[in-house]
């Protein structure tokens, strides 16, 4: 289980593929600490198994399944920086939201608009996703645990804080570009029970 706080942002080194799997070379630093081979990792919110480590990076494998459902696809080239988060421990301190780190679909952006030292971000979310956003709510996009600001005309808004704009990849989005999406697990079970009872 992972938080949504980014603890730093890595660099793709390479890309590369291995028989139906496509392995990704990470440089990092932070999130080295305590990393071992078979270790799970989010990156930009997806779980993935380190399945070598190094000094300064890691190595990652992305199978047709994680292509097809995330923003890998396009965002897997030399020098793609990426949002990075080690599990949480069971003794650790919860400060983000309960992410589970599996990407429920891809988002776009539409907008990032700078207000001062903060800005707003609108994402368009894939279809069927919205029914599991509120306001006030918690969403991650790209690994980042935001809380959902607004809710209009088939988007959602965040507000970015300058650490978030400084300390992630959301800082340098365009519109157009594609975002991993995680909504609330509680919300997914709450609307999951309700249909069961024929209630939504």
């Known amino acids: 289980m992972f938080t949504g706080i980014v603890e730093e942002t890595g660099t793709v080194r390479w890309s590369r593929p291995r028989a139906d799997v496509v392995a990704l070379g990470i440089a990092a630093r932070v999130v080295m600490d305590g990393l071992v081979p078979g270790a799970s990792i989010a990156v930009n919110g997806c779980c993935l198994t380190a399945t070598e ?38 003794n650790g301190r919860f400060d983000g939201h309960i992410v589970q780190g599996h ?25 069927g996703l919205s029914r599991f956003l509120v306001t006030k709510g918690s969403v991650t996009v790209d690994g980042v645990s935001l809380t959902v600001a607004g809710l209009a005309d088939g988007a959602f808004t965040v507000a970015l804080i300058p650490f978030t704009l400084d300390r992630t990849t ?11 999406l995680e909504a609330d697990v509680i919300a997914k079970y709450v609307l999951r029970l309700m249909e069961a009872r024929g209630q939504a």
Do not use: I
Not at 103 to 127: F, Y
């Open 103 to 127: 990407v429920d679909g891809v988002g776009r952006v539409r907008a990032l608009r700078r207000l001062g030292l903060s800005a707003e971000l609108e994402v368009e979310p894939p279809p």
């Open 53 to 90: 480590v190094g000094p300064d990076g890691f190595v990652c494998e992305l199978t047709p399944e994680t292509l097809a459902r995330t923003s890998f696809g396009p965002s897997v080239a030399e020098g793609h920086r990426v949002n990075l988060e080690r599990p949480m421990p069971a």
């Open 170 to 180: 959301l800082g340098a989005v365009r519109p157009g570009d594609a975002v991993n």
